[in-house]
């Protein structure tokens, strides 16, 4: 099966490698840069410079991209998915994408017969490239069986959620607790270090109890042991889940509660207050600046 590739970032690129090696044949759209495509490339694939050759040879097309707006102008935009797929091919959005705008492409895309699944997953780089991420489904049941062996080649549990949208609503829910827990550990380790705190006793008063925090050994490691390789998600990236997240739960209410809102500017001043894509580490900074 010739399966198309559209987002070879780091989560992209470990998913391109997987189905690779299961024995896909697999297209890529190169549309800036040569750098992430070039391993890949390597290793068989074939790049494509447009959207409409890579939707001519592929019948599944795999989006790994950074947000909605994005992934509605490479489906909807001129020249697009929408434009050169044929009928009962099938769009997989792994990207961490608004479920508005999800539904709103999968109604679309039914009037063309072309099949949308939300696919976003959970986990990092490292078991992007070992295969063992975490891929929630929505979309039509039996399109999800149809593909569920395609996604398990880089997946080490496929969850099917429910009806277009649902996934997407899943995923932004899980990020909303894990980025929330993990800026409260390091607003906590902030105040600690400026105290002179013993964060190693920290540690383990924390495992004592049941309310543990996997991020919290983590920070330590990244601050004693200047450890880079841990929570590699970018703060500009949690910012726009955590905005997706505030936006599809004000779907029913005009408001929502403080925690939300507090949550959500905190990654947002964050945001804007770092040039470059930083990740979520560096609140330990962005909190130290702030509170001198």
Same mark, same amino acid.
């Given at each position: 099966?010739?399966?198309?590739?559209?987002?070879?970032?780091?989560?992209?690129?470990?998913?391109?490698?997987?189905?690779?090696?299961?024995?896909?044949?697999?297209?890529?759209?190169?549309?800036?840069?040569?750098?992430?495509t070039?391993?890949l490339?390597?290793?068989?694939?074939k790049?494509?410079?447009? !959207?409409?050759?890579?939707? #001519?040879?592929? /019948? @599944? %097309?795999?989006? =790994?991209?950074p947000?909605?707006?994005?992934?509605?102008?490479?489906?909807m935009?001129?020249?697009? !998915?929408?434009?050169?797929? #044929?009928?009962? /091919? @099938? %769009?997989v959005? =792994?990207?961490t994408?608004?479920?508005s705008?999800?539904r709103k492409?999968?109604?679309?895309?039914?009037?063309?017969?072309?099949?949308?699944?939300?696919?976003?997953?959970t986990?990092?780089?490292k078991?992007?490239?070992?295969?063992?991420?975490?891929?929630?489904?929505?979309?039509?049941?039996?399109?999800f069986?149809?593909?569920?062996?395609?996604?398990?080649?880089?997946?080490?549990?496929?969850i099917?959620?429910?009806?277009?949208?649902r996934?997407h609503?899943?995923k932004?829910?899980?990020?909303?607790?894990?980025?929330?827990?993990?800026?409260?550990?390091?607003?906590?380790?902030?105040?600690?270090?400026?105290?002179?705190?013993?964060l190693?006793k920290l540690?383990?008063?924390?495992?004592?109890?049941?309310?543990?925090v996997?991020?919290?050994?983590?920070?330590?490691?990244?601050?004693?042991?200047?450890?880079?390789?841990?929570?590699q998600f970018?703060?500009?990236?949690?910012?726009k889940?955590?905005?997706?997240?505030?936006?599809?739960?004000?779907e029913?209410?005009?408001?929502?509660?403080?925690?939300?809102?507090?949550?959500?500017?905190t990654?947002y001043?964050a945001?804007?207050?770092?040039?470059n894509?930083?990740?979520?580490?560096?609140?330990?900074?962005?909190?130290?600046?702030?509170?001198?």
């Amino acid at each position: 099966m010739n399966v198309g590739l559209i987002g070879s970032g780091m989560i992209g690129k470990g998913i391109g490698l997987n189905l690779i090696k299961n024995g896909f044949k697999l297209h890529v759209y190169q549309n800036i840069s040569k750098k992430n495509t070039q391993e890949l490339e390597d290793f068989g694939a074939k790049i494509h410079k447009t !959207l409409s050759t890579i939707a #001519s040879d592929c /019948s @599944v %097309i795999i989006l =790994c991209l950074p947000n909605s707006s994005i992934v509605e102008g490479i489906i909807m935009g001129e020249g697009g !998915l929408y434009s050169n797929l #044929s009928q009962h /091919s @099938v %769009i997989v959005d =792994c990207s961490t994408s608004d479920p508005s705008s999800t539904r709103k492409l999968y109604e679309h895309l039914k009037e063309k017969n072309i099949h949308l699944l939300d696919a976003p997953v959970t986990r990092g780089p490292k078991e992007a490239m070992e295969g063992r991420l975490n891929t929630l489904v929505g979309g039509e049941k039996e399109v999800f069986v149809r593909y569920k062996d395609l996604l398990s080649t880089f997946s080490e549990n496929v969850i099917f959620i429910g009806d277009s949208g649902r996934a997407h609503e899943i995923k932004l829910a899980n990020n909303f607790i894990s980025m929330g827990f993990t800026a409260i550990v390091i607003l906590t380790i902030t105040e600690m270090v400026k105290k002179g705190q013993d964060l190693e006793k920290l540690d383990q008063v924390m495992r004592l109890g049941s309310n543990y925090v996997s991020s919290l050994p983590l920070m330590i490691d990244w601050i004693n042991n200047n450890e880079n390789e841990v929570l590699q998600f970018s703060i500009k990236n949690a910012y726009k889940d955590m905005n997706y997240f505030q936006k599809w739960i004000k779907e029913d209410a005009n408001d929502t509660s403080e925690i939300v809102e507090s949550i959500v500017n905190t990654f947002y001043e964050a945001s804007q207050y770092f040039p470059n894509e930083e990740n979520l580490p560096m609140l330990f900074n962005f909190f130290t600046k702030e509170n001198l």
